[in-house]
């Protein structure tokens, strides 16, 4: 069976997953690049960047995975339902080259990019989506992509075998926080901690064997 795997979700130290407003100019809001800057300094980023333990993590997004879901709010700015060409924010070849479902209230057609990339829009519940997305992953793994509504409401329904979360020592005090709601989520995973000298700290969520 696939599994569904999380990889390199950033949170600050007080649980935001982005800051806000959210917009095209701004698409974390006023966390910038804070979030993300520890894999943006590694070799899986950037080919002058660290050889190190981030690196290490960062390189797990890619192998084994055959399709993501993520949300419409990492998909594009608010209003982009409104645009008929906007297609995401990553060019006419998206990084992902697996097919992409975007779980959304707004559904369109199928959007067929360059290097095996297809965006599909999806109204369903994770359960759902989930079953719709394994079809289309040809018996690979699942990534949830976020942002953090989406990982919220799948780790909600119990539907994540393998999160990798990454710590970084920012508070952002504002923002869309990961953990609401989730009481206790930890209890259903084997939990590991690595402290990266960058200043980090990563963490894995295994789900345990029932
Ligand atoms: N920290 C990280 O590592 C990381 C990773 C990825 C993204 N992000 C950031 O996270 C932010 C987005 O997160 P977010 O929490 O605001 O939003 P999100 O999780 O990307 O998307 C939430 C939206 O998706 C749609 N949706 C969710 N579940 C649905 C369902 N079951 N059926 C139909 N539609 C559904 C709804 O939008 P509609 O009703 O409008 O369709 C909902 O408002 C962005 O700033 C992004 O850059 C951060």
Redesign the pocket.
């Known amino acids: 069976m696939s599994r569904t795997r999380i990889h390199?979700?950033?949170?600050s130290l007080d649980g935001f997953?982005?800051?806000e407003p959210?917009s095209l100019e701004t698409?974390?809001?006023h966390?910038g690049q804070k979030?993300?800057t520890w894999m943006m300094r590694t070799q899986y980023w950037d080919p002058n960047g660290t050889d190190g333990v981030d690196h290490a993590y960062a390189e797990r997004h890619g192998p084994g995975i055959g399709a993501e879901i993520?949300?419409?709010?990492?998909?594009g700015p608010p209003g982009w339902?409104d645009d008929p060409d906007w297609k995401g924010w990553w060019g006419p070849n998206p990084p992902f080259h697996t097919p992409v479902f975007?779980?959304?209230?707004?559904a369109r057609p199928s959007l067929e990019m360059e290097g095996g990339n297809v965006f599909h829009f999806?109204?369903?519940?994770?359960a759902e989506?989930l079953e719709t997305v394994r079809a289309a992953a040809d018996g690979q793994d699942i990534r949830i992509?976020?942002?953090?509504?989406?990982?919220?409401?799948f780790l909600a329904a119990g539907l994540v075998d393998h999160m990798h979360l990454?710590q970084v020592p920012i508070v952002l005090g504002r923002g869309?926080r990961l953990w609401d709601g989730l009481e206790g989520v930890e209890e259903a995973f084997d939990v590991e901690t690595v402290a990266s000298p960058t200043g980090v700290t990563h963490f894995t969520f295994t789900r345990k064997a029932s």
């Open positions: 390199n979700f950033s949170i997953a982005t800051g959210q698409p974390f809001g966390a979030l993300h993520m949300g419409a709010n990492k998909f339902h975007v779980l959304t209230h707004h999806l109204e369903a519940t994770p989506a992509g976020g942002g953090a509504t989406v990982v919220r409401d990454v869309v």
